[in-house]
């Protein structure tokens, strides 16, 4: 979906099997859509107890595109009370492309995917995309400020975030992390990820909220293994 310039406007997903259509409008507050693919749709400002009876529930949905491969990983989460409680996971790909290796692990143990790349041995390229809105002001898609940055992961330094609390490790190569310190005037983070072997690539989206429960960074690392580490 673009505007008369040509530029993306927003994504419009197709479901299926009952064939039906969600529009994602990146003029809604919340919609981050990346260059390479990937997309976000979250809340900008999580409900207070004087607005709802069930303050701590909300959802996302993540679509993570890796960049050299034809396929994507969409999740559909719910985190209620600072933990997820039910996540959809569809992992997709060009009708005109053989389906990605990661389908054949929806039918085989979830724990699969981590085998063989929990540390590219030669290392990997980290790439950082980060968007904040102003100092002191409410998420505003015009009016958040992105940055970006490149980083050198060593060799044999864990790629996925350690197995513990809030960690969910998820069939087809995907993982949410939820960490809420509110209780400690911290933020909530919620972070989806998933492994792409034919690409090589690791990518990751994190939204971060305050302990007021705004929106304050959203952020896409994508990392990538060297050419002797892939």
Same mark, same amino acid.
């Given at each position: 979906?673009?505007?008369?310039?040509?530029?993306?406007?927003?994504?419009?997903?197709?479901?299926?099997?009952?064939?039906?259509? %969600?529009?994602?409008?990146?003029? +809604?507050?919340?919609? %981050?859509? &990346?260059?390479?693919?990937?997309?976000?749709?979250?809340?900008?400002?999580?409900?207070?107890?004087?607005?709802?009876?069930?303050?701590?529930?909300? #959802?996302?949905?993540?679509?993570?595109?890796? =960049?050299? +491969? =034809?396929?994507?990983?969409?999740?559909?989460?719910?985190?209620?009370?600072?933990?997820?409680?039910? +996540?959809?996971?569809?992992?997709? #790909?060009?009708?005109?492309?053989?389906?990605?290796?990661?389908?054949?692990?929806? @039918?085989?143990?979830?724990?699969? &995917? +981590? %085998?063989?790349?929990?540390?590219?041995?030669?290392?990997?390229?980290?790439?950082?995309?980060?968007?904040?809105?102003?100092?002191?002001?409410?998420?505003?898609?015009?009016?958040?400020?992105?940055?970006?940055?490149?980083?050198?992961?060593?060799?044999? @330094?864990?790629?996925?975030?350690? =197995?513990?609390?809030?960690?969910?490790?998820?069939?087809?190569?995907?993982?949410?992390?939820?960490?809420?310190?509110?209780?400690?005037?911290? #933020?909530?983070?919620?972070?989806?990820?998933?492994?792409?072997?034919?690409?090589?690539?690791?990518?990751?989206?994190?939204?971060?909220?305050?302990?007021?429960?705004?929106?304050?960074?959203?952020?896409?690392?994508?990392?990538?293994?060297?050419?002797?580490?892939?």
């Amino acid at each position: 979906m673009r505007a008369c310039g040509g530029a993306v406007q927003g994504v419009i997903e197709r479901r299926l099997p009952l064939d039906t259509e %969600t529009t994602f409008n990146r003029q +809604v507050d919340g919609m %981050t859509f &990346m260059s390479e693919g990937s997309w976000a749709q979250a809340p900008v400002q999580l409900l207070s107890g004087e607005q709802t009876e069930s303050p701590d529930a909300f #959802g996302l949905a993540v679509c993570l595109h890796p =960049r050299e +491969v =034809r396929e994507r990983r969409r999740l559909l989460l719910v985190v209620i009370a600072g933990a997820l409680e039910a +996540v959809d996971v569809a992992i997709e #790909g060009s009708s005109s492309a053989p389906l990605p290796s990661a389908v054949d692990t929806l @039918l085989t143990p979830r724990l699969q &995917m +981590v %085998t063989n790349v929990d540390a590219w041995s030669g290392g990997a390229t980290e790439q950082r995309l980060i968007g904040r809105p102003p100092e002191g002001s409410a998420w505003n898609n015009p009016r958040v400020s992105w940055s970006s940055e490149e980083l050198r992961v060593a060799g044999g @330094l864990p790629l996925l975030p350690p =197995r513990g609390a809030g960690v969910t490790f998820l069939p087809g190569g995907c993982w949410v992390r939820v960490a809420d310190e509110r209780s400690s005037a911290g #933020g909530l983070s919620v972070e989806c990820g998933s492994v792409s072997v034919e690409a090589a690539e690791i990518a990751a989206l994190e939204h971060v909220y305050s302990a007021k429960g705004a929106l304050s960074r959203v952020s896409l690392r994508t990392l990538t293994a060297t050419e002797e580490g892939a």
